[in-house]
């Protein structure tokens, strides 16, 4: 079983910057992908970006190319996500997520969640 607790959201203005972070804890993530997807109320859970377990092969969704980017520490268990030039669009909570696949279309486990709000 793993266990996944995202912290590093927050308020911040639209223009600006935050990086989340996601700890794993119970097992290993060495052979999982890690990503992040982000929902609002009312909206389906989106995919965001996705790593592989080796950092090596990375996948953003269109809409935070550029901008996004993820990256992760193994020996730390723990995966990242930094998000530049923030847009009030950009305002959800996030999830991390651990699956085989680095573009996780069927995550194996999620985290409890995160807050970003983008203030315009």
């Known amino acids: 079983q793993v266990q996944l607790v995202e912290s590093g959201g927050g308020l911040v203005q639209a223009g600006g910057s935050l990086r989340l972070s996601c700890a794993a804890s119970g097992r290993t993530l060495r052979r999982y992908a890690m990503g992040w997807f982000r929902q609002v109320p009312g909206k389906e859970r989106d995919f965001v970006a996705g790593?592989?377990?080796?950092?090596?092969?990375?996948y953003f969704a269109d809409s935070v190319k550029g901008r996004f980017t993820i990256s992760r520490d193994n020996a730390k268990n723990t995966v990242y996500l930094q998000m530049n030039s923030l847009k009030s669009e950009d305002t959800a909570v996030y999830y991390c997520?651990?699956?085989?696949?680095?573009?996780?279309?069927?995550?194996?486990?999620w985290g409890q969640g995160t807050q970003v709000t983008v203030s315009s």
């Open positions: 790593i592989s377990w080796s950092g090596g092969s990375t």
């Open positions: 997520a651990a699956d085989s696949n680095y573009r996780l279309p069927n995550p194996d486990y």
